[in-house]
């Protein structure tokens, strides 16, 4: 604590002096801030009572707290305490939606086509066996392999061939005779040809859009336009396609076969 005493009175004060600035100085009272507060103070040494700091130019106020009734800081160039503006933050700007180009449209139908191609390959096909049973066989990358080794029992003439439907997945292997055989490989390879190339024409569709709109109204399984068919769909589809009673194949793919009835067609030609 320092000994004060304002300008013009000879009363003494105890208060804590602290440097603001080089132009404001702070007072903390013990008891309550005087009214001649404003006046200009002195700083007296305890001991002796000689003036050790003349602080009478600190006559305006230049800060005060409520949370603190005892502290008042003075400045000596009338300067007063702005308390600083605090600006809130915009709140940052929604980005605006991406919207993708139409090169960028035409890569993810590619892609989705290829899925769908891809699965429905793997999901497989029917094929009705000359007991009259139909059977369902499934044609992922393993099942293909096994069919290529499947050709070679069946060339070399085998009657009871061993292979396993996928009817459900528990299915056990049984035996085949070698015609059937051959009518499942067949069919297996002309359902995959039929697909792959199907999906090929649906890329040179894809391609050939000119609006994303166009793009997005394609799907897997429909009728792609003739001039999108490569040479080889186009033969798939006329061989697929029932002929009018005029003789000659309807432009549309015939909906009264299904895909396996159609394809055993096309293997039969």
Known sequence: MEIIRFKGSNEIYLAEVYLVNSNVMGLIFQNEIPENYLNGFEQINIGNGVVEGDYTSYVTEYRTYEDEPLKVELSNDESIYVPPVIIEPEPPEEPEPYVPTLEEVKAWKHSEMSSMCQSTIFNGFDVELSSGETKHFSLTYEDQINLIGKQLQVAQGEENIEYHPSSTPTSPCIYYSNADMLKIINKAFAFKSYHTTYCNSLYTWIDNCESKEDVEEIYYGATIPEEYQSIVLQ???????????????????GESDSLDEKLDKVKAE
């Open 235 to 253: 033969d798939y589809v006329k061989a697929m396609t029932p002929p009018t009673e005029s003789g000659d194949s309807s432009e549309n793919i």
